[in-house]
Nanobody, 122 residues
Framework: QLQACGGGLVQPGGSLRLSCAAS????????IGWFRQAPGKEREGISS????????YYDDSVKGRFTISGDNAKHTVYLQMNSLKPEDTAVYFC?????????????????WGQGTQVTVSS
């Protein structure tokens, strides 16, 4: 089971940190990806991490602004989001994949958590 939290309303240029807490499995065996879906748009994969080999991915739209990290002891993956833009407004989801890490391959992720809303607006 995955639980994402940390969303909210923030002004452009602001920051938020999302958390994805896993229960029932160890992060050592899975990649964790962050995805988002804005109204009327398709889901997009924005970042992922796999602790077993240190793989980290960022979509170009968030590179340099978002940072993904994991704390295996706490079974939690974080997404630090800085310099937020209105176009970052979306519902953000985390998911776990045993055999995939690339967030562009979201359909191969096996376990999905409920989303958390991020709204960037002045």
């Amino acid at each position: 089971q995955l639980q994402a939290c940390g969303g909210g309303l923030v002004q452009p240029g602001g920051s938020l940190r999302l958390s994805c807490a896993a229960s029932g499995f160890t992060l050592d065996d899975y990649a964790i990806g962050w995805f988002r879906q804005a109204p009327g748009k398709e889901r997009e994969g924005i970042s992922s991490i796999r602790s077993s080999d240190g793989s980290i991915y960022y979509d170009d739209s968030v590179k340099g602004r978002f940072t993904i990290s994991g704390d295996n002891a706490k079974h939690t993956v974080y997404l630090q989001m800085n310099s937020l833009k209105p176009e970052d407004t979306a519902v953000y989801f985390c998911a776990a994949g045993r055999t995939v890490v690339d967030p562009d391959r979201g359909d191969e992720y096996e376990h999905w958590g409920q989303g958390t809303q991020v709204t960037v607006s002045s």
